[in-house]
């Protein structure tokens, strides 16, 4: 979304600015705040990455004019990356595990990019492997690898850390955030520390996941249905700093699911998974801060809610848990 009321020149212009939306509001609670990514043209956070990481790759020369880029993803980041990759001359590849969304795959084909599944069972390592594969064939092509690249994280250092600043005048206690990646958390984190080193920082995962285990919790590896979020592998996602995170919380899927729903009905965010373990993390983070278990220099929270439920509703999104596909 833009506040702009200029024309702009290319959809482009229209990535980023989303809105800041207070959710759980109850008049008592500390305020928790999420700002709502499927605002952006490709409906996800991801579309910040897709410009930022193109742009700046052209500029410096990585990417040649013209070239091609392949990357690895479950889907958003392909999405945001075609966004760009059309309007920037760019050809794009996606190389996309089974189980993910067929609607993304749908609207990454419709942006003119190419999509090449892996199976399910080989996770995202092998379509990491896959892509490389692919680039080391074509010439002028290259993989910006968003679980390394720190120009992920980099990308919402420049934009979603500096927006969530301005829209709440710097009153920021605690930002709450899931992590794929950890682009968007890792981002907004640093420039959340540099404007003030006390601000609580809080990683959220599904329950399965094993980021938990870089402070050292013994969590037990199992699959989960919240997509988006988790990593089963810590050694290719290189983004995430431990030393910038106060604690990391897992949400079980049963929980997020009844979110995904509560958030519909009750609050008109037709959000996804990844926000809904968002919003329960922040909503938990909150309670603490108002309870005094949590110290925050502000009483105010910020989550992210990621992308927008219509993206799964051939998984079953909406129906009982059992069914939810995941
Ligand atoms: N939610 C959804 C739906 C996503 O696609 C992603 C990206 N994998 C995330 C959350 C997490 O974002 P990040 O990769 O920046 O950690």
Same mark, same amino acid.
């Given at each position: 979304m833009t506040t702009d009321r200029e024309p702009l020149?290319? =959809?482009?212009? +229209?990535? $980023?600015?989303t809105p800041l939306v207070r959710v !759980?509001?109850? %008049? @008592? /609670?500390v305020p928790v705040y999420a700002? #709502? /990514?499927?605002?952006n043209p490709g409906a996800s956070v991801k579309d910040r990455i897709g410009k930022y990481m193109l742009e700046r790759m052209l500029e410096e020369g990585t990417l040649p004019e013209g070239g091609t880029v392949v990357e690895p993803t479950a889907g958003n980041t392909g999405i945001g990356i075609a966004v760009a990759a059309g309007q920037l001359g760019v050809d794009a590849v996606f190389v996309v595990p089974e189980r993910f969304s067929v609607e993304k795959q749908q609207l990454m084909r419709a942006l003119g990019a190419t999509v090449v599944n892996t199976p399910t069972e080989k996770g995202m390592d092998g379509a990491i492997r896959r892509a490389h594969d692919i680039a080391d064939d074509? *010439? @002028?092509? =290259? =993989? %910006?690898q968003q679980f390394s690249n720190p120009l992920n994280a980099e990308a919402h250092y420049e934009t979603t850390g500096p927006e969530i600043y301005e829209a709440l005048d710097d009153e920021v206690g605690a930002v709450v955030i899931g992590c794929g990646t950890a682009g968007t958390l890792m981002g907004v984190a640093r420039y959340a520390r540099e404007r003030n080193e006390d601000t609580y920082v809080v990683a959220v995962e599904p329950e $399965?996941? &094993?980021?938990s285990r870089l402070e050292g919790e013994d969590v037990e590896e199992a699959d989960y249905k919240t997509e988006g979020i988790g990593t !089963?592998? &810590?050694? +290719?996602?290189?983004?995430? *700093? @431990?030393? &910038? #995170? @106060?604690e990391i919380v897992q949400i079980a899927d049963r929980d997020t699911h009844a979110e995904v729903k509560r958030l519909a009905s009750e609050e008109g965010h037709l959000v996804a998974s990844s926000s809904a373990a968002a919003s329960l993390a922040a909503r938990g983070v909150a309670e603490r801060i108002r309870d005094g278990e949590v110290d925050a220099p502000h009483d105010t929270v910020v989550t992210i809610?990621? *992308?927008?439920?219509e993206r799964y509703l051939s998984k079953g999104i909406y129906r009982d848990f059992e069914s939810w596909e995941g």
């Open positions: 020149s290319s =959809v482009l212009e +229209t990535i $980023g600015r !759980h509001a109850s %008049p @008592d /609670e700002k #709502v /990514e499927s605002f074509l *010439d @002028d092509a =290259v =993989v %910006p $399965g996941s &094993l980021y !089963h592998n &810590l050694e +290719t996602n290189e983004l995430f *700093d @431990d030393s &910038l #995170v @106060d809610f990621p *992308d927008s439920s």
